[in-house]
């Protein structure tokens, strides 16, 4: 939740977990209103206005300058959140979901249901391998660990780790580029809607 905060001449009416958040980066909170409006919308310290988007409760018409006292009000602060913000946030989804496909490892063989691990010193240790696959004094078989040490995979030759490794590989590039496909799609948006309508399948 953003810090949010509604006030009035100076005076903190609501903030933070008293808004609730709507689809499209809006936010809504209900309140009693007394002498004077209009209010304003502070975000993180930038005030913005609410540009008459205040509707009583009652519907019986809008609000404005002219709110009569103890009428219960329903603010929908419609700008809240910006198309930059969304962007941001929406991208930070993208990556973390990237990051735990990574960090589920990659299948080995094929179709097998064994996973190996796919972390930075894991892919360093395959990276050594497989550059040194064809060297006399490399000894096979070689045995791999899985993803949770609970079973290994005995690689028999140069031409097994080749496999091993364009799968490891394959598995990192095929889930970046998805990532980064998603991305894109978010990037040229250009409203909040259109933000929200780029799903992240994987």
């Given at each position: 939740m953003r810090n949010l905060q509604l006030v009035h001449h100076g005076?903190?009416?609501r903030e933070g977990a008293d808004w609730t958040q709507l689809s499209g980066g809006?936010?809504?909170?209900?309140?009693?209103?007394?002498?004077?409006?209009?209010?304003?919308?502070?975000?993180?310290?930038?005030?913005s206005d609410f540009d008459g988007i205040v509707a009583r409760a009652d519907g019986q018409g809008e609000g404005g300058d002219n709110i009569p006292v103890g009428v219960e009000l329903r603010i929908v602060a419609a700008s809240v959140i910006g198309?930059?913000?969304?962007?941001?946030?929406?991208?930070?989804?993208?990556d973390?979901?990237?990051?735990?496909?990574?960090?589920?490892?990659?299948?080995?063989?094929?179709a097998s249901g064994v996973l190996f691990s796919l972390s930075m010193q894991?892919?360093?240790?395959?990276?050594?391998?497989?550059?040194?696959?064809?060297e006399p004094?490399?000894?096979?078989?070689?045995?791999?660990?899985?993803?949770?040490?609970?079973t290994t995979v005995a690689i028999a030759d140069a031409s097994t780790l080749?496999?091993?490794?364009?799968?490891?590989?394959g598995t990192v590039k095929?889930?970046?580029e998805s990532g980064t496909d998603l991305k894109k799609a978010i990037n040229v948006a250009t409203t909040i809607e259109e933000v929200e309508a780029v799903v992240d399948p994987r």
């Open positions: 005076k903190l009416l809006r936010f809504t909170l209900s309140f009693r209103t007394f002498v004077g409006a209009p209010f304003r919308l502070l975000d993180t310290g930038r005030a198309v930059d913000d969304a962007k941001r946030e929406r991208v930070r989804v993208v973390t979901r990237t990051n735990e496909i990574i960090d589920a490892g990659f299948e080995f063989p094929p894991a892919q360093s240790k395959l990276n050594g391998a497989f550059i040194a696959r064809d004094e490399f000894v096979y078989p070689l045995e791999w660990n899985n993803i949770d040490d609970t080749r496999l091993f490794y364009l799968q490891a590989v095929a889930v970046l």
